[in-house]
């Protein structure tokens, strides 16, 4: 004959304090910049280096001169040759550190945000800022 209790009970999830709610970090983590704008970008004209080494881009070779991307928790890495990828070992904190509170600006889609800074592949090829001196 089967037993009618056939589930286990389950665990009770532990309860934590509200300053420690990941739900609740996420959920401000994730919120767009001024309400409605979710996409936050801005130009890095020096070598960026990801644990001690420099990024390239994987289609032109280019080692400098990026457009930054952060797309909620999201970052990328654009080149002027229009390739952009994931950096995956970037975070939004990474970003923030970055570019510093209030630098950067805000658009509404990746297309303006390329367009409006030369990244959209019609100056491919070409550095317009000189790195500074280390």
Partial sequence: MLSKNLQAPRT????TGSGD???ARLQQETQPA???IGLRATTHPEEIRITGI???CPQC???RDWMVICDRNEVSIRCRCAHQWVE???TRA???AMIGEGIGQDYS???AAAQAVGYDGTLAGAYLNEPRPA
């Fill in 109 to 111: 889609s990746l297309e």
């Fill in 34 to 36: 001024g309400g409605n």
């Fill in 21 to 23: 709610d990941p739900l």
């Fill in 88 to 90: 995956r070992e970037l």
């Fill in 61 to 63: 070779g280019a080692r």
């Fill in 12 to 15: 009770a999830v532990p309860q």
């Fill in 54 to 56: 420099t990024v390239m």
């Fill in 94 to 96: 990474d970003y923030l």
